[in-house]
């Protein structure tokens, strides 16, 4: 159905693999499919769990295509990076757990999608890069920019920023920018056991915790206060709530359905 992606979804978890290799460089179209997927996998509404992954094992993406004449315009250029942005809003908003699962190269845009992922798994093999300084350039997806400070702190976001220099996934889980790593030959099956866990997970506490971390480096930290409150109204009334407390007493595993 996508030219430049593969979509699976079952047993509620979407994989959805870039699949332009050997390096899964970005372009418009490819985007466009991105944003297409994700909305067909949240139309669903069976899905708790999306999993990000590069074809092949050189690259999760080496960022945009810089070969890509539909770019060349200023205008195309800004719809481009108007698209790449939306794409970090819409994987860090989305209503289930996002996990990039990176092994290979992972350049410019493509860091901007598996950094805002909730979970992000690293092989040994990964190789993250930000660089744009030398190449004339800056960041242009929000996350350089706007969002990584949030993560990693003032220096090291400049260190990574204004070195631009390549770091393993063993440095990326030191400095906090993956959630872990783990050998090529472990990789697989690493990210098939937390992505079942996750999708184990409650769906509406999953989709509360995600907003309210959100809205403490968007909004501040009295609006996630309140993001807080009205979620456990929701929550403790709802189904899933009673289902897990049953389920722990009965030493049985959990049947959440989202309600």
Known sequence: MYENLTLECADGIARLTFNRPPLNLFTHPMLEDIRAALDEVEARGDIRVVVLAGSGTRAFSAGADLGDEARHSPEAGRSFRELGRFLVRRLETFPAAVVSAVRGWCIGGGTGLAWVADIRIAAESARFR????????????????????????????????????????????????????????????????????????????VRAIKEAVRAQYVDGPARAAELEEEWAQRILASRDAREGMAAFREKRRAGFTGE
């Open 130 to 205: 930000a660089g744009d300084v030398y190449l004339g350039i800056i960041p242009t997806w929000s996350i350089g920019m706007v969002r990584l400070v949030h993560y990693l702190g003032r220096n090291r976001t400049l260190d990574l920023l204004l070195l631009g220099e390549d770091i393993d996934g063993r440095e990326a889980q030191r400095i906090g920018l993956v959630t872990r790593c783990v050998p090529d030959a472990e990789f697989e099956a690493e990210v098939e056991r937390v992505v079942r866990r996750l999708a184990g997970g409650a769906p509406l506490p």
